[in-house]
């Protein structure tokens, strides 16, 4: 099987509603949603056509038993798959909520051409990526950016192409692993949620950004993560009551 440079099939498909507050941020979708080569590898019956729309993956999952706690549940499993997201749109605008991934054109390594994990994916240059710079500027009233996985978040500000951005970056994201280090549990998810690793100026705001945990299946067996724990964290940085 050839390469094949993918396009992402929602970031400009679903443009960031006016009045969002918090950006949830990830790399890309599994290559079944944008790379015809792969359309049949991992077909979920539940995949539905949006972000983070893997049948596989645990965020919608999460989401809908939040939106069940507050009297508001998402579709059932039958619901087809336009139904699910008209209701996934729904539910994330009602909480000042959107998704934009950091790759906009993409490519994976020969040797995973369908993998689904960010590790199948070739480290993109600058212009492959959204300049969240710009994102940040052209949305005043997004102040909160959640990333899904570390990679997202270096690939993000690599991707400004701004030099003092990036310095930032790097300096405040080794110091907040250096204090992650050994927490496991309960600790870390309390850790995570606390403090924003970064908080930067843009044109005289403050924008506060967490890396949270890839809400995939395997995701935080390292840290002793339990699927609730992983759940109760994406809570915190999606509901708490300071936002």
């Not at 009297?71 to 996934?88: I, R």
């Not at 991934?101 to 960010?118: F, H, I, N, S, W």
């Not at 003092?164 to 850790?191: L, N, V």
């Not at 840290?223 to 109760?232: A, I, M, N, S």
Request: charged share 30%; with cysteine; glycine share 4%.
């Amino acid at each position: 099987m050839e390469t094949f440079r993918e396009t992402h099939p929602y970031n400009l498909r679903e443009p960031i509603p006016e009045a969002t507050r918090i950006l949830i941020v990830g790399t890309a979708p599994p290559p079944r949603f944008s790379n015809p080569n792969c359309k049949n590898v991992g077909v979920n019956e539940l995949d539905f056509s949006f972000f983070y729309g893997s049948g596989e993956n645990y965020f919608w999952k999460w989401m809908n038993e939040i939106a069940t706690e507050q009297g508001a549940p998402l579709p059932p499993d039958e619901a087809d798959s336009e139904e699910y997201a008209a209701a996934a749109r729904t539910f994330l605008r009602r909480h000042n909520i959107w998704m934009k991934d950091v790759l906009q054109t993409y490519q994976r390594k020969r040797e995973d051409l369908c993998g689904a994990t960010d590790a199948s994916l070739e480290r993109p240059r600058p212009e492959d990526c959204t300049n969240f710079l710009e994102v940040l500027k052209e949305h005043p009233s997004i102040d909160t950016v959640v990333f899904t996985s570390e990679l997202a978040c270096e690939w993000t500000f690599v991707a400004m192409r701004d030099e003092d951005f990036i310095q930032s970056y790097r300096s405040a994201f080794r110091s907040h692993k250096a204090q992650e280090e050994g927490k496991t549990g309960d600790e870390y998810i309390d850790f995570k949620s606390r403090e924003p690793f970064q908080i930067a100026d843009i044109e005289g705001r403050p924008v506060r950004f967490f890396v949270a945990i890839s809400p995939s299946q395997r995701a935080g067996s390292k840290r002793g993560l339990r699927e609730d724990q992983k759940k109760e964290l994406y809570r915190r940085l999606l509901f708490s009551a300071r936002n």
